[in-house]
């Protein structure tokens, strides 16, 4: 049996005036994601449990299978994973994004999704003027960087700076526990950043400077129990973002890595789908994940979000659903993480849509893949870390 797991991140949607009334979902071009409806089950899962953040840590780790109640322990610590950086006991693991302001607003939570090189250069910086005995910068991908610090701030509440573009930064910095230590290290780096060559450079080029870092996501180190004891399935992971495979790796599965994928609207599609095709090759289970349609919804980008989804579907879902016809004995599921609206620019924690198709797997009657059609569906999943059980014949798959 080969078993893939298709996520287009933020996928889901409300309707739009701009698009005619319809989600960006309903607006796009995606025959092969219909098909995959047509042929198999659709219904709603909710992959982000009550009272917890819709973030596409907790959504992700529901949609691999993982009860995020019992298992979350913070995004920091998830990244910091992939990256292959240790948080020592009594450490705690923040995200620490790059983001530009304008001293009062936050303006870009991603510095102009800023290039690894100029990342490279800020993260340097930090390390050089800000870093001692109990905290340490460390580099990621693009605007997605860690910071480790000796303590103890799992009291602590951060607001995610994707959440609030455009918003006052005063009244959404850190609070809590140990408030005090974080709020000194976001306020002690705009010293840091300002008159940086880097910084003058993005300027010079009409690109957002990186004038400040944003902490939040803290965690602890934390262990999942492997993919292969949970559901017996090994296998890769697809992504650009050290969150999802960070993920992979505390699961014991295989990132992948293409080459031109970026985690924005530009990753290259193709090259994932190919990869995609490559592991199922070799391996019983594949997970692949697109970052563009969160990106896009992040920034209002209506088109863009349109666009990406069209993208995922002819380069990732057509050759996978190409290939895995082609084996016989398959099961595949397309299931975004979470809802990311563009109305509001930021992710929503309601259930998401889903379709599954192959053996074992009933039709469900369903036209096309959408939010609308979702809910017409056949199935409603509330805890939506049991759709891997299902997929995978852990569990049997809901009358």
């Not at 098909?35 to 982000?48: D, I, K, N, P, Y």
């Not at 994004?97 to 009062?104: F, H, K, W």
């Not at 349609?293 to 666009?307: L, N, T």
């Not at 199935?379 to 009358?399: N, V």
């Amino acid at each position: 049996m080969k078993i893939a797991v298709l996520v287009p991140d933020g996928a889901a949607d409300l309707p739009l005036d701009q698009l005619d009334g319809k989600t960006p979902l309903e607006a796009a071009n995606i025959p092969n994601t219909d098909r995959v409806a047509v042929l198999g089950a659709t219904g709603t899962a909710r992959m982000v449990p009550a009272g917890m953040p819709a973030g596409s840590d907790v959504a992700n780790l529901s949609l691999f299978g993982y009860d995020p109640s019992e298992h979350y322990g913070g995004r920091g610590p998830i990244e910091a994973a992939n990256l292959g950086i240790s948080v020592p006991s009594g450490w705690t693991a923040f995200r620490c994004n790059l983001v530009a302001t304008d001293s009062g607003r936050m303006l870009d939570y991603s510095a102009g999704h800023i290039g690894q090189q100029e990342a490279g250069e800020v993260m340097a910086a930090l390390e050089e003027k800000l870093a001692d005995e109990q905290t340490r910068f460390h580099q990621g991908k693009s605007y997605r960087n860690i910071m480790l610090i000796e303590g103890d701030y799992s009291g602590l509440e951060c607001t995610a700076p994707h959440d609030i573009t455009g918003e006052p930064l005063e009244g959404n910095m850190p609070e809590g526990p140990g408030s005090e230590r974080i709020i000194e290290l976001m306020k002690r780096s705009r010293d840091v950043l300002r008159g940086l060559d880097v910084n003058e450079r993005l300027a010079a080029a009409g690109r957002p400077k990186a004038d400040m870092i944003w902490l939040w996501g803290q965690g602890v180190s934390m262990e999942l129990e492997s993919y292969k004891e949970r559901f017996g399935l090994s296998g890769g992971v697809i992504s650009a973002v050290d969150l999802v495979n960070g993920l992979g790796r505390l699961m014991g599965l295989r990132p992948i890595e293409v080459q031109g994928a970026t985690g924005f609207l530009d990753t290259n599609y193709a090259g994932k789908g190919q990869a995609a095709v490559e592991a199922l090759s070799g391996d019983d289970f594949v997970y692949v994940h697109v970052e563009a349609p969160d990106e896009a919804s992040h920034i209002g980008g209506i088109e863009e979000k349109v666009k990406a989804l069209e993208r995922f579907d002819s380069f990732v879902v057509k050759p996978v659903l190409d290939f895995l016809f082609e084996q016989g004995d398959f099961r595949l599921l397309v299931c975004p993480d979470h809802p990311t609206l563009i109305s509001t620019l930021t992710h929503d924690a309601s259930p998401v849509p889903f379709a599954a198709c192959g053996v074992g797997i009933p039709e469900g009657g369903s036209t096309s893949f959408s939010e609308a059609e979702a809910r017409e569906g056949r199935f409603r999943i509330e805890q939506g870390w049991r759709l891997m059980s299902y997929l995978s014949g852990k569990s049997p798959w809901p009358a």
